[in-house]
């Protein structure tokens, strides 16, 4: 390794961190937008469960036509 690599081998750590740290807090906004909807839909059978204000999956529980529990947001 030359002299100038040895130079840059720090600040490349360092920006290889603020990177890592970036990408983290990107997939933490992605994963707060996901969690929480006012429209979940039944992937089953495609029945749209509506809410007054943006909830969890959690909530969603049961759909009442065909009794699933699997549900993606709108």
């Given at each position: ?27 933490q906004l992605q994963d707060a937008e996901e969690a929480r909807s006012m429209r979940w839909r039944c992937k089953d059978c495609r029945y ?27």
């Amino acid at each position: 390794m030359t002299e100038a690599e040895e130079k840059l081998k720090p600040l490349r750590a360092i920006l290889e961190t603020i990177r890592e740290r970036a990408d983290y807090a990107l997939k933490q906004l992605q994963d707060a937008e996901e969690a929480r909807s006012m429209r979940w839909r039944c992937k089953d059978c495609r029945y749209m469960k509506y809410f007054t204000r943006p909830v969890p999956l959690e909530s969603a529980v049961k759909c009442p036509r065909c009794k699933s529990t699997s549900f993606e947001a709108i």
